[in-house]
């Protein structure tokens, strides 16, 4: 006001975090250091952790346990593993992948393919919407959820599907593209 700058129209707040179930407070001594939480498991677990529970409308409760948790599973067992399975793809072209994943016509091998194709199709506007709609924890578990536990609406058959192939990590363990690699008849697939 001071400044003769407009007043914000709309603010931006987060839930309240727990612990214990119980509303946090200096007087019960329920409280939580976000420097010794950040020392302990360090800036980018926690960033992901309060993006990944934390939210705008609901409160959420804070354990050690569930920073733990989060991390070995989202970010180490799920994204790390991933990216480790496509980086480190003994003998394909991963750059030669990604061109010819964006091309929009991919040699397909299979429903399963199909199915999987669509889903990271669709992923896309399912975050932005969830973006759009302020909630950046749900758009985060939408992609998480993709890597290792899927639950979205595909195409038939498979419609309201939670089958594990199409979990990413599932399907890259099933479809083994590193042991394709000496078959002249696969290396489309792996192009």
Known sequence: ?????????????????TLGHEKMSKSTGNVVNPFFAID??????MRYYLAHDGGIRDDADYENSYIVDRYKK???????NLASRIMRGKGWNVRKAVEWSTTGNPPADGDLA???????MKL????????????SGAALKMIMNTIY???????SPLQHTSDPNLQTNV??????????????????QLN
């Open 1 to 17: 006001m001071a400044l003769d700058l407009p007043l914000p129209r709309q603010i931006l707040t987060h839930a309240h975090w």
């Open 40 to 45: 302990r498991f360090g800036v980018d677990a």
């Open 74 to 80: 989202g970010l180490q067992g799920g994204l790390g």
């Open 114 to 120: 199909k199915y999987h194709r669509a889903l990271l």
């Open 124 to 135: 896309p506007g399912i975050v932005t919407e969830k973006m759009e709609g302020l909630n």
């Open 149 to 155: 536990k899927v639950q979205l609406q595909l195409p």
């Open 171 to 188: 399907y890259m363990q099933n479809t083994q593209p590193w042991d394709l690699v000496g078959s002249a008849e696969t290396s489309d």
